[in-house]
């Protein structure tokens, strides 16, 4: 019996070892957010008020200037690895044409969550046409730590 728990123990001591080795992360917020010509997301600190502005401006796509994705995340600190937030999207172009784009911004591991925001504009944007579908995805360096992805991806 007493070999038995010393056996589990070297197991648990062993794993716990092994997981904490690996860098840890996820992603737990993705806000995709249509930004007006003034840059404003919102008219008010509301949420109902961000709400309902977000769904004027999905009506009225000609007052759109950009689309912003809000990524609020958390990856434990790493030596030597860089952390990196990925954003692939897939849109509607000119003539109905599928379009897909990516975006990447490297951020710093902290103690806490942390919001990064990660803004498509300009050329970028209207070559892409309307977001369809997107997925957001948390590195460190080579492992996919975390990802959220919207219903259609």
């Known amino acids: 019996m007493r070999a038995l728990l010393i056996l589990l123990v070297s197991f648990g001591v062993v794993a716990a070892a092994h997981a904490a080795d690996a860098p840890a992360g996820r992603i737990v917020k993705v806000l995709p957010l249509l930004v007006d010509l003034r840059g404003r997301t919102a008219l008010s600190p509301s949420l109902f008020d961000r709400d309902a502005y977000q769904a004027v401006l999905r009506e009225q796509a000609t007052n759109v200037s950009a689309v912003r994705f809000d990524v609020l995340w958390k990856a434990a600190k790493a030596p030597q690895e860089t952390i990196k937030i990925t954003v692939e999207l897939r849109g509607i172009g000119t003539n109905s044409i ?18 990064t925001a990660i803004p498509l504009a300009g050329d970028d944007y209207r070559r892409l046409g309307r977001v369809i579908a997107w997925r957001v995805t948390l590195w ?14």
């Open 98 to 115: 599928p379009t897909l784009h990516t975006m990447e911004t490297n951020v710093v591991p902290g103690t806490f969550r942390k919001w």
């Open 140 to 153: 460190g360096g080579q492992q996919r730590l975390g990802a959220e992805n919207s219903f259609l991806w």
